[in-house]
């Protein structure tokens, strides 16, 4: 198998783990918080049919625009406290996204030569 070919398998099996790691545990929140039940379920089918070991919230929110923003700011913090998956912040420029990761929000002074920016919280699989 040609290296290109293990690389994109390795991909789609870390894709497939961390997707089985949201599933278990959107299940323990929706069993614990059940007031939560009616964001999950779509949450876990829009999930589903990304595949992708990153989500970005901003994504949900366009493809259900009327989701409140707190509770799936609440939803999200719950998903990363479960321990599938870790919070991680990125920094959105107009050329682009910059490719550090940061466990907390970054400061300016660690955004050196961005004039115009927004941070993105992003919820990434542990298994990747």
Known sequence: MAESED????????SISGLQNLKYSIASIVE??????????????????????TIDPREFVQAFPTVDPRTLTKVFRLIAQSGGFRRVYKVITPKGTL???????????QILGVAEYDIIPLLVSKVR
């Open 7 to 14: 690389k994109e398998m390795a991909s789609v099996a870390q």
């Open 32 to 53: 614990d918080r059940s007031e939560y039940r009616s964001l999950l379920e779509p949450l876990t089918r829009w999930i589903e049919s990304h595949q992708h070991s």
């Open 99 to 109: 490719p550090e990761e940061y466990s907390e929000p970054p400061v300016r002074s």
